[in-house]
């Protein structure tokens, strides 16, 4: 069912570390060498907090387990001792300066999810595809089994999840289908999938697919087309403004979002693409009207999906509908 509103969010992004223990072949984000590596300090976080905000996302990524490459780097750089325990610091100090963390951090186990329910708003992992590609052969994180549990894992959790499929990093459209129905079948389960990004592959300098094609415009429509038709109406599809166009055919389709934008900060995972701003967003979508949502959906909101530490913060921003107030 297509919505009369195109929504967005706006967020401030914290890629709180570059280091990972996967190598994907499309990854820029990636550090390639300890002189690459980066782990965001808690007084640069502090500064940006510091500076006005229209946010009121804070999005939390990283490389994944970046413990397990080197644990006494981790340590020195963070004072602590796991991803998971050094986010929820910073989730904590989000949540105190009116900011809802979603935390994006790779692979966790549900003991690792149970540790940051309660100081998210929403959390995700793009589950990318369920097929064995040579993409991703050295990146153990990118088993499709392993990123089905943790999906499955949060929706016991009752976490509003946020997930997504790549396109174009070589599978087939059997497969993008499969991927699609194996994400509903998740949310039949557990009611807990709010949006699902379909992002296409885009090439980047220096990456063992840097000379692949990105999915024609064509194809990534059809898969925009199918998703709707496959996903149940209440969960929104999302696509990236900044990587695909004309957005307003694939909303044509049944895409409803487009993600978050951030005045402070770039998409530090494809950083050769700036966000448009919201100014142009509004003109891109007419007539369609474009509303501001939370990193929380309305109907997470209404389901009171949410701990007591979000709740003030979640207050303060959503008017009746659940979108953010005007
Ligand atoms: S898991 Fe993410 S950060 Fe790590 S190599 Fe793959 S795409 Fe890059």
Sequence with gaps: MKKRYVTFSKNIFIPVTNVCRNACDYCVYRARSTED??????????????????????????????????????????????????????????????????????????????????????????????????????????????RLKMIAAAGRLKIPFTTGLLIGIGETQEDRIRSLKAIQS????????????????????????????????????EVVRIARAILASEITIQVPPNLTSPVMELIELGASDLGGISEQTIDYIN??????????????????????????????????WYSEEVRHVIERYAGEDGLRKQ
Aim: one cysteine or more.
């Design 37 to 146: 590596a980066y782990t965001v300090r808690i007084d640069q976080f502090l500064e940006l907090l510091n500076t006005k905000l229209e946010a009121t996302e804070a999005l939390f990524t990283a490389g994944e387990k970046p413990e397990l490459v080197d644990p006494n780097g981790f340590r020195n750089a963070t004072g602590c001792s796991t991803l998971v325990e050094y986010t929820k610091e910073l989730c904590q100090l989000a949540l105190k300066h009116g900011l809802l963390p979603h935390s994006n951090l790779g692979v966790l186990s549900m003991e690792e999810l149970k540790e940051l329910r309660d100081v998210n708003a929403s959390m995700g992992l793009m589950l990318e595809t369920t097929a064995e590609l040579e993409a991703h052969k050295n990146s153990p994180g990118k088993a499709p089994k392993e």
């Design 186 to 221: 998740l949310h039949e389960d557990y009611g807990h999938i709010q949006e699902v990004i379909i992002q296409p592959f885009t090439p980047k300098p220096f990456t063992v697919m840097e000379k692949r094609e990105p999915p024609r415009f064509d194809e990534f429509k």
């Design 271 to 304: 950083p050769e693409s700036p966000w448009p701003g919201e100014e142009e967003l509004r003109k891109i979508v007419a007539p369609f009207v474009l509303r501001e949502r939370l990193p929380i959906y309305p109907g997470f909101i209404k389901k009171g």
